[in-house]
């Protein structure tokens, strides 16, 4: 199995920062990574797929880069309906695979 | 637009098998690849399998003995059964829709999601 590795597990920023979430593959996944969000008591909604493309409807300030092992979902500045858990998928194998989610909380 | 609901008891006995089902509007379940993800509670995202629209499928290894994701063409409906389940089954379970992304190969994605229903494992 792909192992999937989110850091920070969680954070927290002030509306208007910037903020990077990183994600890790246990190995290749050349750019099948996708980026989810999720608040509570709501299901996800995909923010990226394929590592950079963004979701239709989906606000600029969300970006998506990296391939390989090592990706980075980017919030250019951080508005009051960011704060969520964040979480990336990996669609590279047959057999799909989320990290552990890193949680965006109010400084 | 597209909308999916999940339906099935919400609590089930240990052992026993659970059953759920999510009905699809505004697509048709012949024409995308479509999946289940269950959370349980205060926990992350868990992939459980998902089903081609030839009905061919792929699961959590994790879960795979006790899994079973089917389609029913005839009510734009797709389900999914999990035997001798326990405690450690009671989730949050939704159903998606899995859309495809011609890259560099192709990318799928869960762009459609339900709103999920709550199953609990409990005599």
């Known amino acids: 199995d792909i192992q999937m590795t989110q850091s920070p597990s969680s954070l927290s920023a002030s509306v208007g920062d910037r903020v990077t979430i990183a994600c890790r593959a246990s190995?290749?996944?050349?750019?099948?990574l996708n980026w989810y969000q999720q608040k509570p008591g709501k299901a996800p909604k995909v923010l990226i797929y394929?590592?950079?493309s963004s979701q239709s409807g989906v606000p600029s300030r969300f970006s998506g880069s990296g391939s390989g092992t090592d990706f980075t979902l980017t919030i250019s500045s951080l508005q009051p309906e960011d704060f969520a858990t964040y979480y990336c998928?990996?669609?590279?194998?047959?057999?799909?695979?989320f990290g552990q989610g890193t949680k965006v909380e109010i400084k | 637009q597209v909308q999916l609901q999940e339906s099935g008891p919400g609590l089930v006995n240990p052992s026993e098998t659970l059953s759920l089902t999510c009905t699809v509007s505004?697509?048709?379940?012949?024409?995308?690849?479509w999946s289940w993800i269950r959370q349980p509670p205060g926990k992350g995202l868990e992939w459980v399998g998902y089903?081609?629209?030839?009905?061919?499928?792929n699961y959590n290894p994790s879960l795979k003995s006790r899994v079973t994701i089917s389609l029913d063409t005839s009510k734009n409906q797709f389900s999914l059964k999990l035997s001798s389940v326990t405690a450690a089954d009671t989730a949050v379970y939704h159903c998606?829709?899995?859309?495809?992304?011609?890259?560099?190969?192709?990318?799928?994605?869960?762009?459609?999601w339900g709103t999920g229903t709550t199953v609990t494992v409990s005599s």
């Open positions: 998606a829709r899995v859309s495809k992304y011609h890259g560099w190969g192709i990318h799928y994605y869960m762009d459609v």
């Open positions: 505004g697509d048709s379940i012949s024409d995308s690849y």
């Open positions: 089903i081609y629209y030839s009905g061919s499928a």
């Open positions: 190995q290749s996944i050349s750019t099948y």
């Open positions: 394929a590592a950079s």
């Open positions: 998928q990996q669609s590279y194998s047959t057999l799909w695979t």
